[in-house]
């Protein structure tokens, strides 16, 4: 199941480059022509580099900005967020909201609350509750997160091209990354690059072990997995907004023919003043039609699943128009897995079964294994993410953060979800600045020292 993709392939098949800027705090960095020498190819050094300014990516960012790193943080799209801005994947799941990610929650209730006040007890913690934000109110408060950290350089509109190798040690050291901004070669020169793209690609293109699809019962003798492996991933989702334009709108959203999930603003469980007026927006978070992909590493392939989930939900997006209610659909589909790392540790079914935590345990997760496309919504008790499964094992100075860390088909789906994707994020972030200010192997970690600047963030206790 090992695949890899080097920078002439991927090069080949590259999907049309948009233009982009370079962006340092409020600053405009103007692009030079590109230069036909490659040797003279504008070059820019820092601590660490963190590819995808997502939910795993940006905490990352910021978790070592504080640590006192100099840090690139590069979006290939013209504007940060991930999965919650672009595919409106915006509903708060898992119960241990802590950390960046919880400071993020807090600034979403304080300035993003479609009520127009924020909710009287707002519980990001252990009791969590039901509730969403628009897309654009996470594009917002992670844009003032960012933009605090004077430690970051933000890239947008720039796509990673190449990954940049030292091949004389035992394991070969990432040393950066290659990218592309417009038509503009650029290297980012790095102590530790973070692979937070959710698509495992800077993992591949460094040549790293990648897992793609379903590994066989026998392989870890997981109940979930199939009797022989094969290359199936979770399907695809269409997620959009609807919300009442009329007084007289109304629809009953079971329905739609292809609606799997329908969230209120107001969550059943939400408490406070705003629940007991029963006040709502009328806005409606929907899981649209859900489509297959053969291959997810292919954007042409996940292009083609956005036009046929479109086309499939056209009969439901036609009804509500009708029925008095305008619809908002995600930029992108909903995409729930890709390429998985490789690394020291492979989380299996059994790990977080077993109901003990991992002594290297960075981040706390609760969510089921939750596997769409084969009916599996599995409880688990509470589990941890070890670092040995951030680290790639292939090769030196590469952590991953996001869905892409080294796990089973069947594990990745519990640990996918954002309220442990951001922590994840944080403590690799929080690695990288110890590793590249140590100037020391990722896989010599200080573990103890890694989960004392996590409990001291929050993100962890002592006794966890």
Known sequence: ?????????????????????????????????????????????????????????????????RMGAKVA???????????????????????????????????LNARGEMCGKPLENFNRGVDGRSHWHLPSSYMRVLNRMVAAEKNI???????????????????????????????????????????????????ELAGCECRYGRESKAMYGESYAPDVADDV??????????????????????SLANVSLVKPNLGWKAQGELAKQKKNTQAYLCWGATVHCKDTRDPAQIGQGYAAAMAKAEDDLFRLLEAGYSVQLAPKIGLR????????HVITQGDLESGKLPEDTIALGDYPLDIWGQSVNHKLPLYGIPYRALVAKDVEGLLVAGKSISGTHV??????????????????????????????????????????????????????
């Open 1 to 65: 199941m090992k695949t890899t993709c080097h920078r002439r392939s991927f090069l080949k098949h590259a999907a049309a480059l948009g233009a982009g800027a370079w962006l340092c705090g409020a600053k405009t960095m103007a692009a030079e022509p590109p230069k036909k020498d490659a040797s003279n190819v504008k070059e820019l050094e820092f601590d660490v580099v963190v590819v995808g300014a997502g939910t795993g990516g940006v905490p990352a960012a910021i978790a070592a900005a």
């Open 337 to 344: 897995e890709c390429r998985r790392i490789i690394g020291d």
């Open 411 to 464: 594990a990745m789906a519990a640990y996918r979800v954002q309220s442990i994707v951001g922590p994840t994020g944080q403590a690799v972030g929080t690695a990288a600045a110890i590793a590249a200010q140590k100037n020391i192997s990722l896989h010599a970690m200080p573990i103890g020292e890694l989960r004392a600047h996590l409990v001291k963030a929050g993100t962890i206790t002592e006794e966890t």
């Open 153 to 203: 350089t933000l890239l947008t509109d720039t796509r990673i091209s190449g990954v940049l190798l030292d091949e004389k040690g035992a394991r070969p050291r990432v040393t950066g990354v290659e990218t592309v901004v417009g038509a503009y070669p650029l290297r980012l020169r790095a102590k530790v690059v973070v692979d937070a793209t959710g698509t495992g690609l800077v993992g």
């Open 233 to 254: 991933v979770q399907p695809l989702t269409l997620m959009y907004v609807a919300q009442a334009l009329r007084p007289d709108a109304k629809i009953d959203f079971k």
């Open 73 to 107: 943080l590069v979006e290939q799209d013209n504007c940060i967020g991930g999965a919650p801005v672009n595919m409106f994947v915006t509903f708060l799941y898992g119960k241990h909201r802590n950390g960046i990610y919880g400071e993020m929650l807090d600034e």
